[in-house]
């Protein structure tokens, strides 16, 4: 009996080597025929897709096809994003959320032997949100009333966004503006004119597609003050002490003061007046009809200037009080 292995060997295999082999054994006169099929592995060729780019709505499912030639030997077929795979099959279904917005998406086709990859771009319409949602200061503004309030937010939406307003608080609305800032990228305007102290507090408005929208607020804030007297009146040739506190959760040590004499919103004098912690002291004497005016009371440092309390002064003569 004779033992041993025979071994064909072709080099620079090719397609034009394909077909049936056959090995002739001849063992104690016995004639054994051994046969192989031999055929070239096929690399995987996928059909190639109508768009590179898909669209898809935020919340709304999509469905990403992907086929290939039947080829030797058969291929496995998965999708995969960010190295990542998603699906062993020929399509994948899911519902997207505004962080698979320009996703890359690859077909994968491997038989061992070859890989295709086929990749498509999602382009995702996204309803808007707000950039930088975490920063909460941002929804809060310091006011003074019966001043306007500039207020601006920054949207991220997909197409330019329409803005509305929605709960007002009490004060004067004014419109939206909608400016694009970047690609996708807008910055919403608009002023508040808080005429009273009711009028502080939340102001709700909507940002919205035609995707879907949401809402949001901007809350007004005034720094509390106490004024004394309320409401000031001087006697011709006496005087007066006016008093302006304010209550801040920082210190007030870093803070200087000032009053304004003003009429119709033209200053005609200043005075730097006298400042105790959080109070300034103003003391008007021998009050004549020269000292008739609007009095404010003025706190500011190199960071901030607050106008606190617009104070009215009138003057009487001391037969008519």
């Given at each position: 009996m004779t033992i041993g292995n025979y071994i064909l060997r072709i080099l620079n295999f090719?397609?034009?080597?394909d077909g049936l082999y056959q090995c002739d054994s001849v063992?104690?006169?016995k004639l054994t025929i051994y046969k192989v099929k031999v055929k070239s592995a096929e690399e995987p060729i996928l059909k190639k897709p109508d768009t590179e780019?898909?669209?898809g709505n935020e919340g709304a499912k999509v469905i990403l096809e992907c086929k290939a030639m039947i080829v030797f030997p058969p291929v496995d077929m998965h999708w995969s994003t960010d190295g990542h795979i998603l699906t062993s099959s020929q399509s994948y279904t899911f519902t997207p959320i505004r962080n698979d917005h320009k996703r890359i998406f690859t077909c994968i086709a491997n038989n061992t032997f070859y890989e295709t990859r086929r990749s498509i771009q999602l382009v995702l319409q996204y309803k808007p949100y707000e950039l930088d949602r975490g920063n909460i200061d941002q929804h809060i503004?310091?006011?003074e009333l019966g001043k306007p309030c500039n207020v601006s937010i920054e949207?991220?939406?997909y197409q330019k966004p329409q803005t509305s307003w929605a709960t007002n608080a009490g004060g004067k609305l004014g419109v939206w503006d909608v400016q694009k800032a970047s690609e996708e990228i807008f910055t919403l305007f608009s002023t508040i004119v808080p005429e009273r102290s009711s009028h502080l507090g939340r102001y709700y408005f909507i940002v919205r597609n035609n995707i879907g929208s949401y809402k949001h607020y901007i809350e007004l804030k005034s720094t509390p003050v106490l004024l004394t007297p309320p409401h000031p009146i001087c006697n011709i040739s006496s005087h007066i002490d006016l008093e302006c506190a304010i209550t801040l959760e920082e210190p007030t040590s870093s803070f200087s003061t000032m009053w304004l004499?003003?009429?119709n919103e033209i200053t005609l004098r200043t005075f730097s007046g006298t400042k105790r912690e959080n109070c300034s002291f103003l003391q008007?004497?021998?009050c004549d009809n020269r000292d008739a005016?609007?009095?404010v009371c003025k706190w500011s440092t190199t960071k901030k200037n607050i106008r606190l309390v617009f104070m009215l002064l009138f003057m009487v003569r001391k037969n008519e009080v």
């Open positions: 090719g397609n034009e080597n063992v104690n006169g780019v898909i669209l503004y310091e006011v949207i991220s939406s004499h003003q009429i008007i004497s021998f005016g609007d009095y």
